[in-house]
C-alpha cells in the first residue's frame, strides 16, 4: 500500500485474538503500527488458550482444572500484549463480533455486533486488515447425533478449558482428526471417565509416513503425552471404528460403534453398545473465510490463498492462522508473526526483509509439511457414511431438514448442487447459515462440498442495517 498517513500512526485491524491474531498483533505493534485487536470473546487467547470462566471451574471456584497447552508460550504473549495495552500501541476490541469488512477509499471498515445480545453494531476504520479468524468444526450427521449430550468435539473441549459443567461424567469420543486426543484428555482431567476414543482412521496411514513425524519431535512428544494420559485412565482407543448410531430417550444413554471395512461401511457382526452419558464427537475443521470470501479475497480449496508474506490476493488484506489451512497453534503462531511484520513493513513504507522472520518461515514451511502428512494420514471421512443416515435423521438442525427431505430434493426433484438443495429443502438456510451443517448436507445429497460465500458473515438485526454506525476512526 501507498503510505499518505504522514500524520497519524497507521491502523491495523487484526479479526481474531487466538494464536495467529495474537502473534500478528505483537509483531504489527512492536514495529510501529497502532493494532486495534477485535475478537468475538471476552478475553484474548481464542479456542487454544482459552482461560477458565467464572463460575464453578474459573478462577477461584471449586471445579476441575484442565492443565493448560503451553503455559510458557501463553504467558510470554499474555505479558507482551499487557504491555502493549499499556502503552496504547494495542487497542484489544472484545466481545465484538465481525460480521462485514468493508473496503473504501484508502483503508477498509471493520462493522461488528456488540456484547452477548449482538443488537448493536459499531464500526471502526483501518489502513489495513489481518484476518486471523480460525475454523469451524465437522460434524457428520448419524442418527440419534441430536440427543442431549451429544456435543462437538470442539465444544466439549470449550466447556472443559472453561471450567464448566460437562453433560455428564461417562464419555465417548468419536470421530477422527488429532483434536480427539487433547479432547478425550481433557475430559479425564475434567473429571470425566473416557470409555473410548473411536478414530475412523487406521494406524497404516501413520506408518507410511514415519519419516515426516520424526522432523517435529515436539508433535510427536505432545502425541505421546495424551497417549499416555488415556490409558493411565484405562481409556479404550478403538482405531478404523466409527459411531453408527447414539441411543437415548430424553438425554443420551448410549452409542453403538462398528468396525469399518476398506470401504468405509461397518463390518457385519461389529457393532458393540458403549454405555455413556456424553459423546463428542468432531471430524476436524475447516477453514473460516466468510470475512476474506467477503472483501473477495482468492481461496485455495477451502482455505484462503496467501503468499509468502501472509497477503492474500486483495492488496491491504492479510490472512494468518487457520483460515488459510488448519494446521494447529504453532503454525498459526509462526504465521501470525510473518503477517504482522510484514504488514507492519508495508504500513510503514518500507519494503519487508525476509530475513527478519527466517525462523518463523522455516517453522512455518516444517509445520505445513507435517499437517499435510497427518492430514493424509487420517484421510477421508469413510465414503459411505451417508449410507448409515437414516431417513428421519435431522441433518440441519436450524430448520430440522432431514436426510429424508434432502434426498428427496435430489433424486425426485432433480436438485444437483448444494445450493439447488437450500432452495428447495431450505436446509442452511437456519442461524448457522450451513457452516454446522453444510458438509453433513453435501456428503447426503452427493454433492461437492465448496467453500459458501455469506454475507453478513453472521446474522445481523434489520435495525444495523437500516441505520448502519458511522465508522470511527482511532487516533
Do not use: N
Not at 500524520?7 to 500478528?24: C, F, H, M, Q, S
Request: glycine letters at 14%.
Amino acid at each position: 500500500m501507498t503510505d499518505t498517513r504522514t500524520e497519524r500512526t497507521a491502523v491495523l485491524a487484526v479479526v481474531g485474538a487466538g494464536p495467529a491474531g495474537l502473534a500478528a498483533a505483537l509483531a504489527a505493534a512492536s514495529r510501529g503500527v497502532r493494532v486495534l485487536l477485535l475478537d468475538s470473546a471476552p478475553a484474548a487467547g481464542g479456542q487454544f488458550y482459552r482461560q477458565s470462566a467464572t463460575g464453578p471451574g474459573g478462577p477461584g471456584g471449586p471445579g476441575p482444572r484442565v492443565p493448560a497447552h503451553q503455559r510458557r508460550t501463553w504467558d510470554r504473549l499474555r505479558t507482551a500484549l499487557d504491555a502493549h495495552l499499556a502503552a496504547g500501541r494495542v487497542v484489544h476490541l472484545s466481545e465484538r463480533h465481525v460480521w462485514c469488512l468493508e473496503r473504501e477509499s484508502g483503508g477498509f471498515v471493520v462493522h461488528a455486533l456488540l456484547g452477548p445480545e449482538q443488537e448493536e453494531s459499531s464500526a471502526v476504520r483501518a489502513d489495513a486488515m489481518l484476518l486471523a479468524t480460525g475454523g469451524y468444526e465437522k460434524v457428520l450427521p448419524f442418527p440419534g447425533w441430536t440427543l442431549p449430550g451429544v456435543v462437538t468435539a470442539g465444544g466439549a473441549q470449550a466447556l472443559t478449558k472453561g471450567g464448566l459443567v460437562l453433560p455428564g461424567r461417562t464419555a465417548v469420543v468419536a470421530g477422527s482428526g488429532p483434536l480427539l486426543l487433547p479432547v478425550a484428555a481433557g475430559l479425564a482431567a475434567a473429571g470425566a471417565r473416557v470409555a473410548a476414543l473411536v478414530e475412523s482412521a487406521g494406524p497404516a496411514g501413520f506408518a507410511r509416513r514415519a519419516g515426516t513425524w520424526a522432523t517435529t519431535p515436539v508433535k510427536l512428544a505432545e502425541g505421546a503425552a495424551y497417549a499416555g494420559r488415556l490409558l493411565r485412565g484405562r481409556t479404550t482407543v478403538m482405531t478404523r471404528h466409527m459411531v453408527v448410531a447414539a441411543h437415548g430417550g430424553e438425554r443420551l444413554e448410549a452409542v453403538t460403534v462398528a468396525a469399518s471395512d476398506a470401504g468405509g461401511g461397518p463390518v457385519p457382526g461389529s457393532e458393540r453398545r458403549l454405555v455413556c452419558d456424553v459423546l463428542a464427537v468432531g471430524h476436524g475443521l475447516l477453514p473460516h473465510t466468510d470475512l476474506a470470501a467477503g472483501l473477495g479475497c482468492r481461496l485455495d480449496g477451502t482455505g484462503v490463498e496467501v503468499d509468502d508474506e501472509q497477503r492474500t490476493d486483495v492488496p491491504g488484506v492479510w490472512a494468518a492462522g487457520e483460515t488459510t489451512g488448519v494446521g494447529g497453534a504453532a503454525l498459526s503462531l509462526a504465521e501470525g508473526h510473518i503477517a504482522g511484520r510484514s504488514a507492519a513493513a508495508r504500513l510503514t513504507g518500507r519494503i519487508p526483509d525476509p530475513r527478519g522472520w527466517a525462523a518463523a518461515a522455516r517453522s512455518r514451511a516444517r509445520l505445513r509439511r507435517f499437517f499435510a502428512a497427518l492430514e493424509a494420514a487420517y484421510g477421508d471421512p469413510p465414503a459411505r457414511w451417508p449410507e448409515r443416515v437414516a431417513d428421519d435423521t435431522v441433518v440441519c438442525r436450524c430448520e430440522e431438514v432431514t436426510a429424508g427431505a434432502v434426498r428427496e430434493a435430489v433424486g425426485t426433484l432433480g436438485a444437483g448442487d448444494l445450493r439447488t438443495v437450500k432452495l428447495l429443502t431450505r436446509a442452511g438456510m437456519g442461524w448457522c447459515q450451513g457452516r454446522m451443517c453444510e458438509p453433513g448436507v453435501a456428503g447426503v445429497a452427493g454433492c461437492a462440498l465448496t467453500p459458501a460465500r455469506r454475507m453478513p458473515a453472521r446474522p445481523v438485526p434489520l435495525g444495523v442495517l437500516a441505520a448502519p454506525p458511522d465508522p470511527t476512526t482511532p487516533r
